[in-house]
């Protein structure tokens, strides 16, 4: 991987977050520059087949402006040749409960972009419509379990043939290296302004047989990288 040219789309990216202040710009550039499921998405084209996408806990759009900026890059003939084909976006929807990042969102896309919307929600309640692939990066947890297994089938029931749904989950299987992963995730929920609710985790062996029941073909993939962490990258393609 270019360590240049990731350096440089994290520029691009998080450039557009300045307009909401100093937390919004350095979360952004810290998410996207060290967190590697950012630079999976674009390595291995995980989102490249999909115009269409739908993130659910999309917190202030660091993912669309990630899309957005390797679309931009790559249109003036800057992608590395050993990548997958970059993304091209044409409709990001953005679901997000918490208004402080709503607000910082607005602030950074503006009211009337054209291809991005982020709007205040409750992703499992939201009208899911027909993307061509959902994400929900670290937020599945928030849900107590019934409720996810209702979303998840909905997200089945809302994506077409060869449709992607994204996630990321923490291994409740995999002992203190979750329960690290699991303070690190209560550290940053407190810093970005949101209060501590409980959170309802699972077995990776448990996550994948849901999905599969579902029709999901799944591909799990160790997202902890150099970290004593137990996240787990989920990439799942409808039969």
């Known amino acids: 991987m270019s360590h240049a040219f990731v350096h440089e789309l994290v520029d691009h990216a998080s450039e557009r977050f300045r ?22 998405i ?8 999909a115009p269409r996408v739908l993130d659910l806990g999309s917190g202030q759009g660091s993912l669309f402006s990630w899309l957005l900026a390797a679309q931009q890059l790559a249109a003036r003939g800057r992608w590395p040749a050993d ?20 607000d910082r969102a607005a602030q950074a ?3 009337t972009h054209p291809v991005v919307r982020i709007e205040r929600g409750d992703m499992t309640r939201t009208e899911l419509g ?10 599945l947890h928030y849900v107590d379990h019934q409720r996810q297994s209702e979303l998840l089938a909905r997200i089945r029931a809302a994506l077409p043939a060869g449709g992607v749904f994204l996630t990321r989950i923490g291994d409740a299987s995999a002992g203190w290296r ?9 550290v940053v929920t407190f810093a970005r302004g949101h209060r501590l609710s409980r959170l309802y985790a699972r077995p990776l062996a448990e996550w994948r047989a849901e999905l599969e029941s579902l029709g999901f073909e799944v591909d799990s993939r160790d997202m902890s990288g150099n970290k004593p962490l137990a996240n787990v990258m989920l990439y799942c393609r409808v039969r």
């Not at 307009?19 to 999976?40: E, M, N, V």
């Not at 993304?87 to 990042?101: N, S, V, Y």
């Not at 027909?130 to 937020?139: G, S, V």
């Open 130 to 139: 027909r993307p061509d692939a959902i994400t929900i990066l670290d937020a």
């Open 178 to 186: 979750y329960q690290m992963g699991l303070n690190i995730d209560r």
């Open 109 to 111: 896309f503006g009211a």
């Open 83 to 102: 990548w997958a084909p970059p993304p091209t976006p044409r409709a990001l929807r953005g679901i997000e409960l918490m208004d402080k990042d709503v």
């Open 19 to 40: 307009a909401g202040g100093r937390f919004a710009y350095h979360y952004a550039r810290g998410k996207l520059g060290y967190d590697t499921i950012f630079h999976d």
């Open 42 to 49: 674009l390595r291995r084209g995980l989102l490249s087949g």
